[in-house]
């Protein structure tokens, strides 16, 4: 509105300042959109974190050696899913389901074929024996299903709008499977007889023996879960991704800090560990740059770990 008699720099000095207001009231708005967009990336990154690094924290627990060929367990999730839903017209759940039995079985098959022949010998060997089994698994699905990048389909591929937020249903689906997967667990580890055979194992496995508990079983058991637990994960993301051979080399990587960073064997320090590399990941990429996303998390690594050396939890599973 243009006042009668005024300076026609103080008119366009008004309209200025309510285009600036104008601007600011849509700014703070605009930008709790956004942060709340991030929130939402880093919960699914941070459920799938979670996931992988539960298995192999509670893997870590029972030998006390890294499984490096846990990557290749979430790898052969995604590829076995992916071929269930081409090749037999499996529907989402189920060819998750199937995917999770079959990579169960693998990671049992390799606990007794290649780490408990191993249970005594030094921590070396059974490194390189796991990472044999990643290179012979990757070898495989390079074999059957090629070298080149594959798209998962999932029914889910609606968009909900949230308040001014953007939230693909998958990623929705991620949050609330991954999440309701670690409850689960920590209620069977909690309120179950086998859960706790586990968790005494991690702590004391000769004292675990001497009071009548079959350190095969439970191993065995341990391993089955991990890589159940791969795969489901592996399954939830691949539609948002990619399936190809490698795909498992960085999700392990960010797995190993994570475990790390939690406390070598806390089932806790894994979950707040995942979702601690997730939002620091999502808002790094965002605020920052994406260039740096996978940085990120080392740099993390080496901040809390000059801090707090033994990790945000240090007493073991539970």
Known sequence: MRYAGAPAC?????????????CAQHAQPRS???????????????????LVALGLTLVYGILHVPNFA???????????????????GFNY???????????AVIATLAERLVFHPLRKASGLHPMIAAIGILLFLEAGAQAIWGADFHRMQTPYTGILDLGGVTAPVQRLLIIAAA???????????????????????????????????????????????????????????APINLVYPAMGHLVITKAFVIIILGGMGSVPGAIVGGLIIGFAESFGAFYISTDYKDIIAFALLVLILSLRPQGLFTKGAH
């Open 32 to 50: 709790m959109d956004l942060f709340l967009q991030q929130v939402l990336n880093g919960l699914t990154l941070g459920g799938i974190y979670s």
């Open 179 to 237: 999440f309701g997967l670690m409850v689960v667990l920590q209620l069977f580890l909690r309120r179950t007889v086998t859960g706790s055979t586990i968790i005494a194992m991690a702590q004391n496995r000769d004292g675990a023996s001497l009071v009548g508990i079959d350190a095969n079983k439970v191993a065995m058991l341990t391993f089955a879960i991990s890589g159940a637990l791969a795969a489901v994960a592996a399954t939830l993301y």
């Open 70 to 88: 846990h990557g290749a367990f979430y790898m052969a999730g995604a590829f076995v899913s992916f071929h269930l839903m081409k090749a037999y």
């Open 10 to 22: 103080c008119w366009r000095l008004h309209a200025a300042l309510n285009w600036f207001g104008s």
């Open 93 to 103: 759940w189920l060819a998750m389901l199937g995917s999770a039995a079959c990579v």
